[in-house]
């Protein structure tokens, strides 16, 4: 059981294989107002819906982020016998209908906004450093793939 902020408990359940389902799809419907979101579930077994508060959902974003890493680990871990995660990652990568760049005058940090067009832009912040050291990275690897 792990500590949320506010010192509420999270608990993360075990679900039996026998009752497991595989997810297929997520529809989202928000409330006109935005205080919720109906999330139905699409799975092997039928289709759930859910409720969710404004107030929940960045509880349940986190957790599911969390959940993420967590298999991302596991899946890395040596002695993991699960082929390649990081191809697998590739395989669904999100792709930008637009990327911007900002500077963030505080600190000289380099913010990317991609953004996408039927969902919430992502922000990525990179120092100018990191930034410097992804260009010799993305060189390197553009000069082996043209070999």
Partial sequence: ???MAGGDAAETEYICPAHDQELLAIKTVVHPDGSDVLL???TTR????????LEHISAALAEIRQASLLMF?????PGACTGNPIARLLSAALE????????DPATADRLFIHQFPNRMPIITRMSPDAVLSTIDELSIVARKAAN
């Fill in 1 to 3: 059981m792990g500590e």
């Fill in 40 to 42: 139905t579930l699409h």
């Fill in 46 to 53: 039928g289709s759930i819906n859910l409720t969710v508060a």
């Fill in 73 to 77: 680990y596991r899946q890395t871990t």
């Fill in 96 to 103: 930008p209908s637009r990327v911007s760049v900002v500077i």
